[in-house]
Structures are given as structure tokens and as C-alpha cells.
């Protein structure tokens, strides 16, 4: 419903506590140009006002320049941006996107002075902190890695028992991993749900992976339980398959 020149109010049929983070992301545009292609997706898919960048509108704090393909977007300062006429708002006359084809060439631009920010991996961190030009800025994401177990019939037989799921990830630390792998830049993880986030929740979370639900001895007890290992006379206890040979299992990522 129409509040005013600048409000109106949606009112949703059910309940969706991400519908505010998932309409923040829509981008409006004039009537007209729909009613053009109306009962005709494929033409409004291919429509020139998206796909050449005919029509930007003049509702952000920026305006549309010049679009050079796999090589830069420029944008120009919009002074009738209406969040920030009070305030002097945009604060920068250009802004420019430039397109690197690797992220080897993105570092050097940023090496060089080329660039004003980008975003680095973690492993680049310790080099570009030896650059004085070079300030480097760490930000909460709502990202997450996930290191998921296979449960189809191409996997481990064994990955399809919840105890077995526990005792392997009783026995990785994640904050070895963090450490390791992340170069020490994320925080261990035990939801789908980020901590930046309003709806997460710490209360009632089994938190394996750190104390004290990080233990390899509980963790073999656990596969030893489950048939997936066998006490030795001397009492330790060696991880294996149903046939008592060494369990070897296989970590995949992607690549890059």
C-alpha cells in the first residue's frame, strides 16, 4: 500500500524473516518498460534497457557513465540523491569498477596504487601488511566454509551413522583448521545460521570440533562402539573398517 511519494508498506500473506534481507537486493525500474515487454519473457530477458545499461534510473547516490565489457564500470556522482542531500552525500565525483581477469593482476594493481581497495584472500594478508601504503581492514561476514560428509551411495558406508558423523568431527579442530587453512582470519562455526546474523542462536548448540566436544580418544571410543575400530591388546584403540583394515577416507574441495 502507498504510504506517500517516498513510502509505501508490503504485507506479506506468511512469514519470512528474511524477506527484508532478500528485497534489498531488487532493483526497480519504470512501468513502461515492463508493459513493453508483457507476455514475452525471453524479450524482456534480452531487453536493451537491462543488458546495455539503457536505463539505470537516478534513484542511487550514483549515475551510470560508461560500461567498457572485461574492463571497467564507471559511475559518476549523482547530486540529487535524495538520502544525501542533507548531508553532502556522495562523497566521491567518480566511482569506478575495474574487471581484473586473475587475482594475480588484481594484486598487483593494488600493489602499484592502481586501485583503492579490493578484497584479499587470507594467505595475501602477511604480504600486502608489509606495504605502509597499504591498509588492511577485517570485517564480520555472514559467510561460512562447510566441510559436509557424503551420505550418498558413492560414500562411506559408515558416514550414514550419527554416531560415526560425531566422532569424526569430535576429532578435527576447528580452530586448527581456521588456523591452517584460514590463516587464523574466522571463528569456529556450529550452525547454519552466522553469528552476524539476528537470528542466531548459541543456547542448546552441540558445538563439536572445540573443547570440550573435541577429544580423539572419546572419538575412538565412539567409532569403536559404532564397529569402525578395534582395541589392541596393549588397550589403545586403532580406527578401521568393518574388516579391521586402516579406515582411509578422502577430502575433496575445489580448486583455486
Same mark, same amino acid.
Given at each position: 500500500a502507498?504510504?506517500?511519494? @517516498? @513510502?509505501? @508498506?508490503? @504485507?506479506?500473506?506468511?512469514?519470512? /524473516?528474511?524477506? &527484508?534481507? =532478500?528485497?534489498?537486493t531488487l532493483t526497480p525500474y519504470p512501468k513502461y518498460i515492463a508493459v513493453r515487454y508483457e507476455g514475452d519473457i525471453d524479450a524482456f530477458t534480452q531487453a536493451p534497457e537491462f543488458n546495455n545499461l539503457t536505463y539505470t534510473g537516478n534513484l542511487g547516490p550514483y549515475k551510470f557513465v560508461e560500461w567498457v565489457r572485461n574492463d571497467k564500470f564507471v559511475l559518476a556522482r549523482n547530486p540529487e540523491y535524495y538520502l544525501g542531500k542533507d548531508v553532502g552525500a556522495p562523497y566521491f565525483e567518480n566511482y569506478i569498477v575495474k574487471i581484473f581477469g586473475t587475482p594475480a593482476t588484481v594484486h598487483a594493481a593494488l600493489e602499484a596504487g592502481d586501485i583503492t581497495y579490493t578484497g584479499i584472500d587470507p594467505d595475501k594478508v602477511g604480504k600486502f601488511k608489509k606495504m605502509d601504503w597499504i591498509n588492511i581492514h577485517t570485517v564480520p561476514t555472514s559467510g561460512y566454509l562447510l566441510m559436509a560428509y557424503n551420505f550418498r551411495d558413492n560414500g562411506w558406508e559408515g558416514l550414514k551413522q550419527k #554416531?560415526?558423523? +560425531?566422532? $569424526?568431527? *569430535?576429532?578435527v579442530s576447528k580452530e *586448527?583448521? &581456521?588456523? +591452517?587453512? $584460514?590463516?587464523?582470519?574466522?571463528? /569456529?562455526?556450529?550452525?547454519f545460521i552466522p553469528k552476524p546474523s539476528p537470528w542466531y542462536v548459541d543456547e542448546g548448540i552441540a558445538k563439536y570440533g572445540v573443547a570440550p566436544l573435541l577429544d580423539k580418544e572419546k572419538a575412538k571410543e565412539m567409532m569403536l562402539e559404532a564397529g569402525y575400530a578395534i582395541k589392541k591388546a596393549?588397550?589403545?584403540?586403532?580406527?578401521?573398517?568393518? #574388516?579391521?583394515? /586402516? $579406515?582411509? $577416507?578422502s577430502l575433496?574441495? =575445489?580448486s583455486g
Amino acid at each position: 500500500a502507498v504510504v506517500d511519494e @517516498t @513510502t509505501f @508498506t508490503i @504485507t506479506r500473506q506468511t512469514v519470512d /524473516p528474511e524477506f &527484508i534481507y =532478500n528485497v534489498r537486493t531488487l532493483t526497480p525500474y519504470p512501468k513502461y518498460i515492463a508493459v513493453r515487454y508483457e507476455g514475452d519473457i525471453d524479450a524482456f530477458t534480452q531487453a536493451p534497457e537491462f543488458n546495455n545499461l539503457t536505463y539505470t534510473g537516478n534513484l542511487g547516490p550514483y549515475k551510470f557513465v560508461e560500461w567498457v565489457r572485461n574492463d571497467k564500470f564507471v559511475l559518476a556522482r549523482n547530486p540529487e540523491y535524495y538520502l544525501g542531500k542533507d548531508v553532502g552525500a556522495p562523497y566521491f565525483e567518480n566511482y569506478i569498477v575495474k574487471i581484473f581477469g586473475t587475482p594475480a593482476t588484481v594484486h598487483a594493481a593494488l600493489e602499484a596504487g592502481d586501485i583503492t581497495y579490493t578484497g584479499i584472500d587470507p594467505d595475501k594478508v602477511g604480504k600486502f601488511k608489509k606495504m605502509d601504503w597499504i591498509n588492511i581492514h577485517t570485517v564480520p561476514t555472514s559467510g561460512y566454509l562447510l566441510m559436509a560428509y557424503n551420505f550418498r551411495d558413492n560414500g562411506w558406508e559408515g558416514l550414514k551413522q550419527k #554416531e560415526v558423523r +560425531q566422532a $569424526l568431527s *569430535m576429532a578435527v579442530s576447528k580452530e *586448527m583448521l &581456521i588456523d +591452517q587453512v $584460514l590463516y587464523g582470519f574466522g571463528e /569456529p562455526a556450529f550452525s547454519f545460521i552466522p553469528k552476524p546474523s539476528p537470528w542466531y542462536v548459541d543456547e542448546g548448540i552441540a558445538k563439536y570440533g572445540v573443547a570440550p566436544l573435541l577429544d580423539k580418544e572419546k572419538a575412538k571410543e565412539m567409532m569403536l562402539e559404532a564397529g569402525y575400530a578395534i582395541k589392541k591388546a596393549d588397550g589403545s584403540i586403532e580406527v578401521t573398517d568393518r #574388516e579391521g583394515k /586402516p $579406515l582411509k $577416507l578422502s577430502l575433496v574441495t =575445489n580448486s583455486g
